[in-house]
């Protein structure tokens, strides 16, 4: 069974940090191309950042500067480091693979059509 399992999130100060961790299972190949999501209550859920089987990345306006995905292809898993985070960054994110590797442009998907494969979702919360 696939599955993608999240870990780093919690509750942080404004300015403060915090490195979410997404660790996909063996069936899964981070290079497909993986991306994070956000969702808050009573809204869709919204792209955040992704990366590309090229290691192209993308950002939404609202976190670039302050958040860097990545990847490490030997441990199987992606990593969004947040960095000054502000209250308007509070909500349950989401790390997405794909099935298998998809086009350049799927770093760009704001709605998460490109990806197969979904965590859990893990709370970050940043008081002001």
């Known amino acids: 069974q696939v599955q993608l399992v999240e870990s780093g999130g919690g509750l942080v100060q404004a300015g403060g940090s915090l490195r979410l961790s997404c660790a996909a299972s063996?069936?899964?190949?981070?290079?497909?191309?993986m991306a994070w999501y956000r969702q808050t209550p009573g809204k869709q859920r919204d792209l955040v950042a992704g990366?590309?089987?090229?290691?192209?990345?993308n950002y939404a306006s609202s976190v670039k500067g302050r958040f860097t995905i990545s990847r490490d292809n030997a441990e199987n898993s992606v990593y969004l480091q947040m960095n000054n985070l502000q209250p308007e960054d509070t909500g349950v994110y989401y790390c997405?693979?794909?099935?298998?590797?998809?086009?350049?442009?799927?770093?760009?998907?704001?709605?998460?059509?490109?990806?197969?494969?979904w965590g859990q979702g893990i709370q970050v919360t940043v008081s002001s």
């Open positions: 063996r069936s899964i190949d981070v290079l497909n191309g």
């Open positions: 990366i590309s089987s090229r290691g192209d990345t």
């Open positions: 997405a693979a794909a099935r298998s590797r998809l086009p350049k442009n799927a770093i760009f998907d704001t709605k998460g059509l490109s990806y197969d494969y």
